[in-house]
Structures are given as C-alpha cells and as structure tokens.
C-alpha cells in the first residue's frame, strides 16, 4: 500500500493537475453548481506541497493542508498497529462530539471559501 500512494505521490509531483494535459477528473459538484466543495482544490494542493509550494498549496484548500499532519499521523499509527504493534505516541479514542465538530468544521469550511468577498475570498480553489 506504502508503494501505490509512493508512486501516485511522484505521478503528481511530475503532472500538475493544473495543466489542461492532465488527466485528472474534474468535482463532479463544482462542475454541475460552478462551487468548490470541501474537496475542490486538493489534487493541486497536494502537487503544489510535493513541488515545495506551501503557499500556493495553502491557497487550493487551505482545510486539507491542515489537516494533512493529523491524516499522516492516523495513517503512521494504524499501518503500524496492523503489524501487531504498539502505535507510538498518543493514542485517541474518538467521541461522538468529534464527529459533529468535524462535520460542523467541514460545513463551515465549504460555505465560507464560497463567499465572494473579502477576507474568505481567497479560500477559493482558483480554477473556474
């Protein structure tokens, strides 16, 4: 599993989804209402972050930039007890409120980068 997202990371440092000769698909969801969803922009965040562009991977979905050290921290602790192992670090057990306050975060996430004026304005994706 490390080889398939270690190959598909080095396919998307090498091809910028931002090109026209890219073969990524395009959000459904923004496609049909012309709006990003909480997902809009993460392809390019991801390529601008494995090029070395923070800023730029920041300005295409600011929320799953973020988030990205908690994923990779989930994912380093549930490989590792896959193998029989104790996770290093903390461990978490999740709660009922920490599904409501992401859903909420989410919710909030994709309504406010919508917003077409000042200062959220720059939450958006930037692809029309």
Not at 97 to 106: A, F, G, K, N
Not at 119 to 124: A, E, H, S
Request: proline letters at 9%; one cysteine or more.
């Amino acid at each position: 599993m490390g080889a398939v997202a270690l190959a598909g990371c080095a396919y998307l440092a090498f091809f910028d989804p931002s090109t026209s000769s890219a073969i990524y698909p395009q959000c459904p969801f923004k496609a049909v209402t012309g709006f990003d969803c909480p997902g809009c922009g993460t392809t390019r965040a991801m390529h601008s972050l494995l090029t070395g562009d923070v800023g730029r991977a920041l300005d295409h979905n600011a929320l799953f930039i973020l988030a990205l050290p908690v994923l990779l921290w989930w994912a380093i602790r549930g490989a590792v007890r896959s193998t029989g192992r104790k996770p290093p670090g903390p461990g978490l057990r999740w709660r009922p409120w920490m599904t409501w306050t992401l859903v909420s975060l989410v919710g909030v996430f994709w309504v406010v980068r919508n917003l077409p004026w000042g200062p959220f304005d720059w939450l958006f994706s930037g692809v029309s």
